[in-house]
């Protein structure tokens, strides 16, 4: 039987509210049916083993709404770092260090 969980997200995650637990034995006999599900709703599917999250089955589309969240991300923040290079916004690597509390 699928359940429930609450899922919590952080601010930079869509606004799904639940998210679908299976075991892996759910899973593995219901493999067709849940694929189709997470394809249509972009819903993911937390698989568990013993108990335990084991992995996460996500929609192709939905995974390539990630990786362009986290390339953009990424570009975005190599823009920034180029900007400050540009302003002297720089620090030597001792300043950096003892910034991030490192010997």
């Known amino acids: 039987m699928i359940g429930f969980q609450p899922c919590l997200h952080t601010k930079e995650t869509t606004s799904s509210l639940s998210q679908d637990v299976v075991t892996l034995a759910e899973f593995k006999s219901q493999a067709a ?7 249509t709703t972009s819903q993911p599917l937390l698989i568990t083993l013993n108990g335990k999250p084991a992995g996460v089955l996500l929609s192709p589309a939905e995974f390539d709404r990630i990786q362009e969240q986290e390339t953009a991300r990424f570009v975005a923040s190599i823009t920034r770092g180029l900007q400050d290079a540009d302003h002297g916004r720089t620090l030597t690597s001792a300043q950096a260090k003892s910034r991030l509390g490192l010997k």
């Open 33 to 39: 049916t849940l694929l189709e599900r997470i394809g």
